[in-house]
């Protein structure tokens, strides 16, 4: 969730399908620090451009509504600054989001957590200016204070923080959230057969001219390779954390933005956690929850019904048993 702008490449990327008529169109626009690609197929060039024009509005409204970077005043960066105990009313849109976070951070056992904000702060991934060392030990120490559930709490009219370093941060669901209410849009205007890629993360409805469409998983170290590819039709959403994106190495270590809020480091068990379920504001928390929780992550996903794909610190692959999309890997 950043305004800045720094060229993310896509962690997916559609592998060419077969011709079709009418030809697909392809827009892409900047929105949430990444690049969101739409490909809409079998239907004319005016109804498929006006279709994402609205949704893309829609998507950056998310943004401004959400993010906690950037100038622009909103109510969750009210929260952040309000004095512990006092009531912060959040809209039901924001109100309706953290708590699927909170059900999300409550069923991963606390790898994903939407009070992580001040950890991310610190940190400063989604900066401006990124950073290039780590923090000191006792900022982290300082910051992780605050990154416990115990601190955040519900009353009658809104809700309040207990604590100075609780923050709310949705960088790891509200792309999910603006994917889902993206497409909800596109189906709205009439698209039937679509691709919503904001940088890796997507949903797919339908398909491409009766054909699967054929999504492509990004290799977390060989830039330009995947890993395979998912051959997906109908409505299904395929998100990836990866730690290649946004990154500094620091005396020869690398750090990496998804943090584990059990120590207030980058996590370090994976280099790509893939998610496959039916919409992108889950896929998006859980693939951050699994990044965290590495390998040992998989049954939790798989006993929610979820198809994981997980490449761990030393490059190898794991999966879920479970199958929603036939995925087939790359020959090496
Ligand atoms: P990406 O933004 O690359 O799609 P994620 O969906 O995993 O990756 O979101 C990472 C962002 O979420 C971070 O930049 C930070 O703002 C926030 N974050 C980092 N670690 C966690 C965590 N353990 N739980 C929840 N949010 C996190
Ligand atoms: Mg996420």
């Known amino acids: 969730m950043r305004r800045t702008i720094r060229f993310r490449f896509a962690l997916l990327i559609l592998l060419a399908g077969c011709s079709s008529q009418p030809q697909d169109i392809h827009e892409s626009r900047f929105i949430m620090g990444t690049l969101v690609q739409f490909t809409i197929s079998g239907v004319q060039q005016d109804k498929a451009l ?51 976070s909170l059900d999300v951070a409550w069923k991963s056992g606390g790898a994903f957590t939407p009070v992580i904000g001040s950890l991310s702060l610190l940190w400063g991934f989604s900066l401006p200016e990124a950073p290039v060392k780590p923090p000191s030990a006792s900022n982290i120490t300082a910051a992780r204070s605050g990154v416990d559930l115990k601190y955040i709490e519900r009353t009658e009219t809104g809700w309040k923080r207990l604590s100075t370093q609780t923050m709310l941060d949705f960088g790891a669901i ?10 909800a849009v596109l189906r709205a205007q009439g698209i039937s057969n679509a691709i919503l890629d904001a940088g890796g993360d997507l949903r797919v409805i339908g398909d491409h001219a009766g054909q699967p469409w054929r999504i492509g998983l990004r290799h977390p170290r060989k830039e330009g390779a995947t890993l395979g590819w998912f051959e997906a039709r109908g409505d299904i959403s395929i998100v990836t954390s990866g730690d290649y994106e946004r990154f500094f190495t620091y005396q020869g270590r690398r ?33 951050t929850a699994l990044f965290v929780l590495g390998e040992d992550g998989l049954p939790l996903l798989e006993s929610r019904g979820m198809q994981a794909l997980l490449v761990d610190a030393d490059g190898q692959m794991h999966a879920t048993k479970l199958t929603l999309l036939p995925f087939h890997p790359s020959v090496q």
């Not at 279709?51 to 409204?61: C, L, N, Y």
Request: glycine letters at 6%; a negative charge.
């Open 50 to 100: 006006e279709a994402i024009r609205v949704a893309a509005d829609e998507m950056q409204r998310i943004e401004d509504v959400f993010t906690i970077y950037g100038a622009h005043a909103n109510t969750v960066k009210a929260f952040n600054a309000s004095e512990p105990g006092d009531i912060v009313m959040l809209p039901d849109e924001v109100d309706g989001l953290l708590a699927t």
């Open 174 to 183: 509200a792309k999910g959230y603006a994917i889902d209410r993206g497409m």
């Open 255 to 287: 750090y990496q933005h998804i943090l584990d809020p059990a120590t207030g480091m980058p996590a370090d068990r994976s280099s790509s956690a893939t998610v496959v379920t039916n919409n992108a504001t889950l896929a998006d928390a859980w693939s």
